[in-house]
């Protein structure tokens, strides 16, 4: 859900159509304390607004109780699956950090656990990119001319080709830096310059993750070369 906002957390306290006035107070303050209880980020402003609709809204099930049964099967698949995605993160998180690279990458700016993992695996080796541009294409982010005749276009959009997957990771990246906002960072900085110069917020964060990978290849490279022989 936007901004963080757990659905489980929401799903697990409207179970049933809300009847009186006072059991819904006390059941979205339970929802409320739930998330905040178990660590998500809190955005009461997303809370108060689905809660609002879901009032407004017009029920298609009725009060009954298979309805009750159907949405708490529901939240049971919901939590097994929430339970199957943390198995597969805490797996790829120790396998990342059997690499070399892992510690370097974990420490750049808004890079966490869950994303350092994510960003190792869609890129691999960077050692088999012959350059910064090569990773950029892998990515898709990159913006060929388009060239015909006499005729050279320059503003072009991304190619999109190469791994949808890296460009999805690299996008939450960018959400992350946003977010965070790290003081005195090179690509922050980046991200807020091009905000300037009128491109939106989109935009902005493509060119942004560009520069990111091309600071990624420099730095992960610069360390291989470092490594001895034997370890690299």
């Keep these: 859900m936007p901004d963080g906002t757990s659905f489980r957390t929401l799903s697990c306290g409207i179970v049933t159509p809300l009847t009186s006035s006072k059991w819904e107070k006390r059941a979205f303050g339970r929802i409320i304390a739930n998330g905040r209880k178990k660590g998500y980020r809190n955005c009461e402003r997303m809370a108060v607004l689905i809660f609002a609709t879901a009032q407004n809204g017009i029920p298609v099930l009725p009060n009954a109780p298979s309805t009750q049964i159907v949405i708490t099967e529901a939240i049971r698949v919901l939590h097994t699956a929430e339970a199957s995605r943390d198995a597969i993160l805490t797996q790829m998180q120790a396998l990342a950090k059997t690499l070399p690279e892992y510690s370097l990458v974990r420490e750049m700016p808004c890079i966490g656990d869950t994303l350092a993992p994510r960003l190792i695996a869609e890129i691999g080796d960077v050692r088999r990119f012959h350059s910064k541009r090569a990773l950029i294409a892998y990515a898709g982010i990159d913006a060929p001319p388009y060239q015909s005749g006499k005729f050279r276009a320059n503003n072009r959009h991304i190619s999109k080709r190469g791994n949808h997957y ?19 960072d090179s690509i ?31 730095k992960v490279t610069e360390f291989y070369r470092s490594l001895p022989a034997r370890m690299s």
């Design 166 to 184: 890296l460009r999805k990771t690299g996008y939450e990246v960018m959400q992350s830096y946003v977010m965070h906002r790290p003081a005195n």
């Design 188 to 218: 922050f900085t980046f991200i807020e310059k091009k905000r300037g110069e009128g491109k939106s917020g989109k935009l902005a964060m493509v060119a942004g993750l560009n520069k990111f990978l091309r600071v990624y290849y420099g």
